[in-house]
Structures are given as structure tokens and as C-alpha cells.
């Protein structure tokens, strides 16, 4: 992702956003704006990849 946080804020607050937790506050937000309840979505996911998990492969 292309904003750092300037290393002076980062020595300041003692944080680093690495692009796991830059994943997660962008995502995060973006659910939010849009009304999506992700342990909803979650839970829909973890249901499909149980189903997927029965279906015989080819």
C-alpha cells in the first residue's frame, strides 16, 4: 500500500503498520461505510469452505 506513516510518528506513537494491519483498517472501514457485518460474512465463508471441502475432486 503506498502511505507510510512518517517514521517521526511512527518513533512517536511506537506503532508500524505493516501491509497485514494496513489490509485490516482498510477493510475494516470499507465494511463499515458499506453496512457489511463481517461476522456475517465470516461465518458465510467458513460455511462455504466446509461445503467445498465435501465435493469430490476431479
Do not use: C, W
Amino acid at each position: 500500500m503506498g502511505y507510510e506513516l512518517p517514521e517521526e510518528l511512527q518513533k512517536e506513537y511506537q506503532v508500524h503498520f505493516g501491509l497485514e494491519e494496513k489490509r485490516k483498517i482498510l477493510g475494516l472501514n470499507a465494511a463499515r461505510l458499506n453496512d457489511i457485518d463481517i461476522a456475517a460474512q465470516a461465518q458465510k465463508t467458513r460455511k462455504f469452505e466446509e461445503q467445498a471441502k465435501s465435493i469430490p475432486k476431479v
